[in-house]
């Protein structure tokens, strides 16, 4: 074979190689639950382990026990409804529309918080571009209800994703119109007509749905432009997952869904992004099949064991509210061991944390929540190593130790308090002596003193702490 026939083959058998990689890639998704249940999960999503969510919005104008506000203030008999009647006037008078010009976020930085969300050890970051509330927090071409043409007048969306990826964290957007329908169906009930029933402010392009019987069905309108400012999400942000809240579980919206994801999944493709998409839960029911979406996902999660399919628990710092709440107290939030705890429990049992963030109206994000993320932050550049880019194990625990694991030759056992005395990890008590390298605590140099029995592996704890909270002995098994 000459030299010219040898070049011809090899590029032949390149090309091949480059068709059957585009193939396997290429995979084309139906808008059937049956074709989008077959969407593997990324592995960049498994080992991302924790996402910052941020809750920021009209509501966070009055600032007032919930996000839930624009409803409960057309709410009559409820303690929110009371709250606005007697600070703002009823809410026929003064309607949710009028906080507008007073979120300004006149002090938003989003340079600023990526690099907080950075630091804290995130790895990606999850806006609520459009709440149940209704007001679009990205350049909207369908409504000019929207952060561009109204209030801060910024594309919040573009330019934080923009900080944010510049960090190199995922981002994704995440959607909540579907409750949008039934949202401020209270006001319907008042003794007179509010702002929700004014055609200058209600429809496809207002902030408030069309008026409505309460209870009746989604409008074709309505659903047509739930998918719309979806795909105008997509179009414009390209999302690293999709997250959509829940709302969507009424079946009028499935064919959209299926139509949406599958189009998404496609798109990804062509984008080159390996991507996700969440199967929300509320009140034990998924808005899909369970087979459906890439992790298993309900707020405030929590896990008796491993879980081996993926999940995700979104959840605050506390103060009972996604959204800044003014009237909480530095008592209502959880302390930063308390959250690195449930962190360290959520990565054991095959978890992602997503922990919420609230912001005030003007931008800035409170004091004792960057105080949380900063602590996380420092806790993760000790402990990191057995967090990020590892897998659950035969256990997730013991008692106050979670276990996690790279490959088959390291096994982390994370303490949640500081071993005063020798600790019994019994996990390994099918172990022997000859199959233990070395022991160490992350943070510290050298090995640490450990000895065998039957009941299992023996560690006497080093003599200083390398960190203030939970503490992660680095086990190696020899081959």
Partial sequence: MNQKSTILLIIMAALLLTISCQKKVQKQYEPTWESLKTHELPEWFDDAKLGIFIHWGIYSVPAYKNEWYPRFMYTEGHDIYQHHTETYGPPWEFGYKDFIPDFTAKNWDPERWAKLFKEAGARYVVPVAEHHDGFAMWDSELTEWDAMDKGPRRDIIGELGQ????????????????????????????EKDCDTENPDYTGVDGIYPEAHEPGAPQSKAFLDNWEARWKEIQRKYKPDFAWFDFGWGDTLFHPYMKRMMADYFNTAQEWGKE????????????????????FIELDHLSMDSINTRKWQCPTYMGGGSWAYNRVATPEDYKTANQLIDEFVDIVSK????????GPKADGTIPQIMKDRLESIGQWLE??????????????????????????????????????????????????????????????????VEWSFQD???????????????AYSFKIQIKQ
Avoid at 350 to 357: C, E, Q, R, Y
Avoid at 391 to 417: F, H, L
Avoid at 455 to 469: A, S
Wanted: proline content about 7%.
């Fill in 350 to 357: 095959n978890g992602n944390l997503l922990l919420n963030v």
């Fill in 163 to 190: 900080a944010v990826r510049k960090l190199d964290m995922k981002y994704a957007p995440s959607y909540h119109r579907a409750q949008n329908w039934k949202y401020y169906e209270p006001s319907y009930r008042l």
């Fill in 275 to 294: 991507v996700a998409f969440n199967n929300k839960t509320i009140r034990n029911e998924p808005m899909a099949p369970p087979e459906v979406g890439d």
């Fill in 455 to 469: 009941k299992g592996l023996i560690i006497d704890p080093p003599g200083e702490k390398p960190c203030k909270h």
């Fill in 382 to 447: 000790v402990n990191g190593e057995a967090i990020f880019d590892t897998d659950y194990w035969k256990t997730y625990g013991e008692d106050s130790i979670r276990y996690t694991r790279k490959g088959n030759q390291t096994v982390y056992a994370i303490s949640m308090n500081w071993p005063e005395e020798e600790i019994i990890l019994n996990a390994f008590s099918d172990y022997e002596n000859s199959q233990i390298q070395s022991v160490s605590m992350l943070g510290l140099d050298g090995p």
